[in-house]
């Protein structure tokens, strides 16, 4: 592939006259394996991004989930979700909802209907596994356990390993549906016909190193478009290097189907990560002002960090720091559908079949993509 590989940053979307009164009417929901979702979203199955309440938060939201695979076994993955989930149904607000129940409610029984709740989440939520050689029975105890979404979660899908992996799973589970993945080209795809989604993205997320430690990796915008001829039935997911909201709809553009995102909710109360005050010191929210907090910690799935936690060896492709606080996770998803809506209304489009039938995009310099960011001084 001898030519210029470009990125989210090299290319710009071009307004256009639009025939809509307003973005109210534009629709950003995506129908996806006969179910509707309300935003084209996927959420990261890392284990900063991918706890019970940001699962929780999602489901009420109506945007797909996943569930990371960072655990010893499966019912250790299963429990996790499972008494998560009856933790969230105990709470009341988002701060205790992350930050443990109230004295108040923690002896207090669930009632059928949170009950019932819990287990039409769990039945929505992609189970992250990995390889057939390692996961197998982890696979078949969640298969007995009535388990129907996996992901096949690899750092490249192109693999025997990961082809026998998605085969196996719908051998046992016909009806199951299978996200796999990473692939960097089309061809990845094509080699897989046992899967229903797959994550298009190799190098490019915000916690990886995999360009800088093996000289691999594609942009993901580049990615995407080599995808573009695919099958109707061949869905994609945009997964990596989705730095702001504006991304999603490049994505969109670049004829994905659903787009990925673990950064841009990394930072909410909802995720994982230990909080820290604007002087890098580690704090207990519990005992600290909420308002004060200011950085999260986060960590990619292939760092150094997120592998210790199970003991886990092999190749270091990521890292881990701190991101900044952006407060609930319904303001940034509320944000998020704004952003979305007025996307759509830019481009004179009422869903997103129509508007990527409509987009238009061009290439830009470094000097121009810079023009197009703010300069102010931040107060927060």
């Not at 004295?103 to 390889?131: M, P």
């Not at 356990?145 to 051998?171: F, L, P, Q, S, W």
């Not at 109360?269 to 600290?288: H, P, R």
């Not at 998020?336 to 987009?359: P, T």
Request: proline share 2%; hydrophobic share 35%.
């Amino acid at each position: 592939m001898n030519k210029i590989l470009s990125g989210f940053d090299d290319i710009t979307l071009i307004p256009q006259h639009p025939s809509l009164q307003g973005r109210n009417e534009c629709d950003i929901s995506i129908n996806i394996l006969n179910e509707k979702y309300d935003f084209p979203l996927v959420i990261s199955p890392m284990c900063t991004i991918t706890t019970p309440e940001m699962i929780y938060g999602c489901y009420k939201n109506n945007i797909m989930i996943t569930l990371h695979r960072y655990f010893n076994n499966a019912k250790e993955q299963y429990d996790y979700l499972y008494n998560g989930l009856e933790n969230v149904m105990l709470c009341d607000n988002e701060f205790k909802l992350i930050y443990g129940i109230d004295k108040e409610n923690k002896n207090k029984n669930l009632t059928k209907e949170q009950i019932d709740e819990i287990n039409h989440i769990i039945s929505k939520t992609y189970f992250a596994v990995g390889g057939i050689k390692k996961y197998k029975e982890w696979i078949d105890w969640l298969i007995k356990n009535n388990i129907k979404r996996y992901c096949v979660d690899m750092a490249h899908g192109d693999i025997d390993e990961c082809i026998n992996t998605c085969k196996y799973i719908k051998e046992q589970c016909p009806e199951a549906k299978i996200m796999s993945g990473n692939y960097a080209l089309y061809e990845g795809v094509i080699n897989n016909p046992y899967a229903d989604l797959y994550r298009i993205g190799i190098s490019c997320g915000s916690c990886c190193t995999t360009a800088r430690n093996t000289g691999f990796g594609m942009p993901t915008f580049e990615s995407l478009l080599d995808c573009r001829n695919r099958k109707e039935n061949e869905l994609i997911i945009a997964d990596g290097g989705i730095k702001v909201n504006g991304d999603i709809v490049k994505s969109m553009a670049a004829y994905a189907d659903l787009v990925m995102c673990g950064y841009l909710f990394a930072g909410t109360l909802s995720a994982g990560g230990m909080g820290y005050t604007d002087n890098f010191i580690k704090v207990d929210i519990n005992k600290y002002n909420i308002d004060e907090i200011y950085y999260k910690s986060y960590c990619g799935m292939a760092s150094k960090k997120a592998k210790s936690k199970i003991k886990m060896n092999g190749s270091i492709e990521g890292e881990s720091g701190l991101v900044k606080c952006t407060g609930n996770l319904q303001d940034v998803i509320n944000n998020i559908k704004e952003n979305l809506k007025s996307a759509l209304a830019y481009c004179g489009a009422r869903n997103w079949h129509e508007f990527q039938s409509k987009v238009k995009y061009a290439y830009i310099t470094s000097n121009a993509c810079n023009e197009g960011k703010a300069r102010l001084i931040h107060e927060s």
